[in-house]
């Protein structure tokens, strides 16, 4: 009887690293008849989330608002600075930055990718040396993941800021922020960051569909030398709409924009931005503490390596073929978790593709989702033989315990 129990029946809970977990409150703002567009409170609430975008990115520059993804942000920054033929740097090889790059290719940019393998973060010597060996200033910009979703390692954007800087190189510094707005530490300005992007769908916990490009001023100093933009991707009527429908060049994005709004209000103003980046650092190192237990017995093991270069928004694991994919059917159709897959470790047709899974903690997540998944996953671990050492939950709980 037990064996053939299926407990997955309650709430399903997904953990892949994005589309993250929403707040009721902010699906309950979203479920409304639709708004006058034209004027009224829409067109007020709307500049009201400037502030608090701002806020969450520490910026005092610039923000566009686009309706799209994540990939849509790539395409909407490139498209505001760059040129076809203008050469790019990419440092990094893991999934993220590749499709960054190829966003690129495919703009006619020229692009030098620097490759650092999977599992390791950016060299920021590295990046120095590619500028230094680009004496007529060839490259443009320097495109820097600063979590890459696959890998789940982070950048050290001040060190590659830095090393920018020794360089003497003007390349913008452009960083992708699409993963962990929200939940890594961001500061744009003291970072030196000149265009970042984000999506809402992660950290910033509404469903997909809307982006933002941050720009300082000598971005927008690239964006006036060029000779012209798409209109749909300009981000300067975005930013300085003089009429409503600049902003979003059309139909504003109505109900995200409501959803958006509760969210901004429960970061920036309820719990606080400095709060919800150590609930997800805790959270993030709870997660590791069970990785490193569960490893203690078996295969499993974190990406990352260097705790430093480790996102506190996703964590990739390795865990070998087939106890990946074996453990994400069993939570799914056994617990009512849904794991994220390997992304980029192996080709598909590989076999060794089926040895990886991600764990999502971006979001709206606290102690008692965050034990739940893992919990189910050391359920899981037991109920398919999977080799794996024992007190894993223990040494989640003393994190979240502040232990
Ligand atoms: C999710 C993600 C993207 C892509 O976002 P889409 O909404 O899927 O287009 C890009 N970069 C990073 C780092 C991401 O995590």
């Not at 708004?35 to 502030?51: F, Q």
């Not at 990718?113 to 490259?139: N, S, T, W, Y």
Request: charged share 20%; with cysteine.
């Amino acid at each position: 009887m037990s064996n053939s129990t299926n407990l997955s029946h309650g709430r399903h809970t997904l953990a892949i690293p994005g589309p993250s977990v929403m707040p009721e409150r902010v699906l309950q703002a979203m479920h409304r008849p639709a708004p006058n567009i034209y004027t009224g409170e829409l067109v007020d609430m709307t500049y009201s989330l400037i502030p608090d975008l701002r806020a969450v990115a520490r910026t005092n520059g610039q923000v566009a608002m686009y309706i799209g993804n994540g990939h849509a942000a790539w395409e909407a920054s490139l498209a505001n600075v760059l040129s076809e033929g203008d050469k790019v740097l990419v440092p990094g090889a893991a999934q993220f930055s590749l499709g960054w790059a190829e966003t690129a290719r495919k703009r006619g940019l020229v692009v030098e990718q620097l490759d650092f393998g999977r599992r390791a973060p950016i060299d920021p010597q590295a990046v120095e040396d590619a500028l230094r060996a680009d004496a007529d200033h060839k490259i443009k910009a320097v495109l820097v993941v600063q979590t890459d979703t696959a890998s789940s390692g982070r950048s050290d954007l001040p060190a590659i800021r830095a090393a920018m800087d020794a360089a003497g190189h003007p390349a913008l510094m452009m960083v992708d922020s699409i993963a962990c707005l929200g939940c890594d530490d961001m500061q744009m300005d003291a970072w030196g960051i000149d265009v970042m992007v984000t999506g809402c769908q992660k950290g910033l916990m509404v469903p997909p569909g809307m982006c933002f490009i941050f720009f300082n001023d000598k971005a927008q100093a690239a964006r006036q030398n060029k000779e012209r933009v798409s209109g749909y991707w300009d981000w300067h009527p975005r930013a300085n709409p003089e009429m409503y429908y600049h902003m979003s060049c059309g139909t504003a994005p109505t109900h995200h924009l409501y959803g958006l709004r509760v969210a901004l209000d429960m970061i920036v103003h309820e719990e606080g931005l400095s709060n919800v980046l150590s609930r997800h650092e805790t959270l993030a190192r709870a997660v590791w503490a069970a990785c490193d237990a569960w490893g203690e017995g078996g295969s499993l093991e974190l990406n990352m390596n260097d705790p430093a270069a480790r996102s506190h928004a996703v964590t990739s694991v390795r865990i070998g073929a087939p106890y990946g994919t074996d453990l994400r059917n069993w939570l799914t159709e056994q617990a009512g978790v849904t794991l994220g897959i390997g992304l980029g470790m192996a080709t598909a047709d590989d076999p060794a593709s089926d040895g990886f899974f991600r764990i999502g903690h971006m979001g709206h997540v606290n102690t008692h989702m965050l034990l739940g998944t893992l919990g189910s996953i050391d359920a899981g671990l037991k109920a398919l033989g999977i080799p794996h050492g024992e007190g894993a939950l223990a040494a989640a709980a003393s994190v979240c315990a502040g232990q």
